[in-house]
C-alpha cells in the first residue's frame, strides 16, 4: 500500500529534497519543513585540547557518533595542524563507528574502524559492542548535545571520559516552512508526520510556543495524526514530551521509514480516528 493521497509533513533538513520526492514515490501529499541547522563551534578549545592529546597518545579508544561530526572535526583541527597527523594518530587507536555515516567518513581518511555498532545505533549497541575491551581512555565526538547516559555508562565500565563537541544544534534560518508545519498541525491539516531525528521533537515544540500553540495543544494535535519515528532514540525523545511513536521501521532508515510508513499509515490513521 501507498499514502495514497495523505498529508505527510517531514521534519527533515539536511535530506529534505530526496524526502519529499520519497514521499510523492509513495503517493502521499508531502510538506516538509526543515527543522535544523549544524553549527560548528568556531572558537573549539576543547577539540584542539582533544587533538594535542591524541597526539601525545593519552587516549586508548575515540568513539564516532557522527560522520557529519567528524568530517567537522577534522576541518577544524586542519586549520591547526598538519594535514594528515589526524587521521595518523587515530589510526594507531581503537577507534569505534556508531554506525554507517561515521563509518562513511572514516573511510574516507583510511581510517581502520576496530568496532562498527550495530543497528539500531543507539548507545545501547554501542556500550554493548565495546564490552569486555579493556581501553580506560576513552574519547567521544559528540553530536549537538551530550549523551548523558553514554557517558555516564562508559564511566561505570570504570572509563575515563572527554568530551569532544564538534557542533551544535539550532533552528534552520528560516523557520517559515517549520511554523507552517506547527500551524497545520493544530489545524488538523496533517495525516503522517516522520521525524528522523531527535533534535526535531524540541525544535517543532519550540517553534509551536512561538506561534501560540501550546505543548498540550500540540501534543493533542499529535495524537490525532499517524507519528512515525527513525529509531530508538528518536523514539525516546517523542515519549520525554508525552508523544507516543506509533512505529518505528524495521531498519533505522530514510527508505524503511517511508517504505513502511506508506504501508501501514492508512490502517493506523483509521484505527486512531475512529
Known sequence: MAFDGLRVVALESRRAAEMATLIRNQKGDPFVAPSMREVPIEQNAAAFAFAEWLFAGEFDMV???????????DRVLATRFPAGQ???????????????KPAGALRELQVPITVHVPEPNTWHELVHAIEGR??????????GKPN????QALRRRGAQVTRVPVYLWDLPEDTGPLREAARRLADGEVDVILFTTS???????????????????????????VVASIGPTTSEALREYDVEPDLEPS???????????????AALLAAKRR
Do not use: C, S, W
Open 63 to 73: 568513539i564516532f557518533l557522527t560522520g557529519v561530526g567528524l568530517r567537522y572535526l
Open 86 to 100: 589526524f587521521a595518523e594518530a587515530l589510526r594507531k587507536v581503537t577507534v569505534v563507528a556508531r554506525g554507517p
Open 134 to 143: 579493556t581501553e580506560k581512555r576513552i574519547a567521544v565526538q559528540e553530536y
Open 148 to 151: 548523558d547516559e553514554l557517558l
Open 199 to 225: 533534535v526535531q521533537i524540541p525544535h517543532l515544540f519550540r517553534i509551536a510556543a512561538q506561534e501560540g500553540i501550546d505543548a498540550e495543544r500540540l501534543r493533542a494535535a499529535l495524537e490525532g495524526v
Open 251 to 265: 531498519h533505522p532508515k530514510m527508505g524503511f521509514l517511508l517504505n513502511e510508513t506508506a504501508a501501514r499509515a
